[in-house]
């Protein structure tokens, strides 16, 4: 910090295990510090280091020798959406399968909300985030599969609900029932005026790439298309079987290829060598009942990844960052430092941000802090609302601790 510095600044003091992210900092890939500080200075963080050296700063928050971690970056959920299914994951419970048939469930129920009830469901569940101390959140369309109920639910996201900072058009999410008997007028639609109306409030574009929803010839008609709007790639790749998904998401240089719940040798070395992100998504997989996909193959190869919620009413109705890190660890095989590093950073590099995901100098003060000495907590006590405190640009949010 500097004499000249006007910004008001916030030193957060005696932090037990501070999370930076950063190796140059503090230990192992985490970037951990002992008995740390951190110093916010308007919206960005001013300055990281032992708490006996910390600045001086207008206001100073004692963590007592809590845990401090990056926000979490959650990468992919679908929260533009009315209704719920309740009574299809009660059924799933008692045996159903999960199939991508569902989503018309809720593409129904979507179509018949107003634009305020849409944007005070997203709202919701905004809040509920960022007190589980999610600070950096992305949410898609495809529950409207109109022109215009697609383009509705994205203004919505873009232009009236605040915190939401990553917004991605999923016309392609299943086949609109219009189009049952004609899924090559859909991608037509998806590719052609649909795009055009949801072109301007998107910086992704997304495509279920799975049986029961678009094949790999048509996900790569959506995705070149999308390209060439300016859009950039992701993908629902490997769900509910093997398929092209993650090899088209590589070729086609997405920032990321999601679910990869069945992934074949092929598909794990093109995540090593290409820059897409591998990024899991625990809660589906529980909820779903389904097989967890085997995420130590892919961090063994050299993969980078991340971890999110894929928070939507049909296959993995949580929220919670905290839920997904312990389920990752869990049943997954992820050590507590990679899951961590997997929902903060992870998340971070599956949105091509650089800003958040890290508490280093210079990235945005968003940060979590935790009723617990330890990150690893996370894991340890699962289903615990350790969230005690969260930071959001510099300013502690209201109500966000449980404790
Ligand atoms: O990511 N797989 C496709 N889309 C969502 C599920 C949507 C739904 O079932 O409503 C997912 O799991
Ligand atoms: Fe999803």
């Avoid at 970056?73 to 059924?91: K, M, N, Y």
């Avoid at 929803?213 to 992701?234: E, H, I, S, Y």
């Avoid at 070395?269 to 290409?274: D, K, Q, R, V």
Wanted: proline share 5%.
């Amino acid at each position: 910090m500097t004499a000249a510095t006007t910004a008001a600044a916030t030193a957060v003091v005696n932090i037990g295990s501070l999370v930076t992210n950063d190796p140059a900092l503090g230990d192992g890939p985490l970037g951990l510090l002992a008995d740390a500080a951190v110093v916010f200075e308007g919206d960005r963080v001013a300055w990281v280091g032992a708490t006996g050296a910390a600045p001086a700063a207008d206001t100073a928050y004692d963590a007592a020798g809590r845990a401090l971690l990056p926000g979490f970056v959650d990468s992919h959920s679908h929260l533009l959406f009315a209704g719920d299914r309740t009574r299809e994951f009660a059924a799933r419970m008692s045996g159903r399968p999960y199939t991508a048939g569902g989503i018309r469930t809720t593409v129904a129920a979507t179509r018949a909300a107003t634009d305020a009830e849409l944007a005070a469901n997203l709202a919701r569940f905004v809040r509920e985030m960022l007190r589980q101390g999610t600070t950096t959140l992305e949410t898609k369309s495809g529950y409207g599969l109109t022109a215009a109920d697609e383009s509705r639910a994205l203004r919505v996201a873009a232009e009236q609900v605040a915190g939401v900072e990553e917004v991605t058009y999923l016309g392609a999410h299943v086949v609109a029932p219009e189009y049952a008997d004609d899924p090559a007028a859909y991608v037509d639609l998806v590719t052609g005026e649909m795009l055009d109306a949801c072109a301007p409030y998107a910086r992704w574009i997304d495509v279920f790439c799975e049986k029961g929803a678009f094949d790999g010839d048509q996900a790569r008609a959506v995705l070149t298309a999308g390209k060439a709007r300016g859009l950039t790639p992701r993908v629902h790749a490997n769900q509910l079987s093997y398929g092209p998904g993650v090899q088209l998401a590589v070729e086609l240089e997405a920032a990321s290829a999601d679910h990869l719940t069945h992934l074949s040798d092929a598909d794990v070395a093109a995540l090593a060598s290409g820059a897409t992100v591998a990024t899991f998504l625990p809660g589906c997989e529980f909820s779903t009942r389904a097989v967890y996909p085997d995420v130590r193959r892919v961090l063994d190869a050299g993969a980078t990844v991340a971890l999110s919620t894929d928070c939507n009413p049909g296959s993995s109705f949580t929220s919670s960052m905290p839920f997904c890190v312990a389920v990752a660890v869990r049943e997954m095989g992820m050590t507590p430092d990679e899951a961590v590093w997997s929902a903060t950073a992870g998340g971070a590099a599956a949105l091509r941000r650089t800003d958040v995901g890290r508490l280093a100098p210079g990235a945005r003060a968003d940060a979590a802090l935790l009723d617990a000495p330890s990150h690893v907590h996370l894991a340890y006590r699962p289903g615990v609302p350790l969230v005690a405190e969260v930071w959001r640009r510099g300013e502690r949010l209201p109500g966000a601790g449980g404790n």
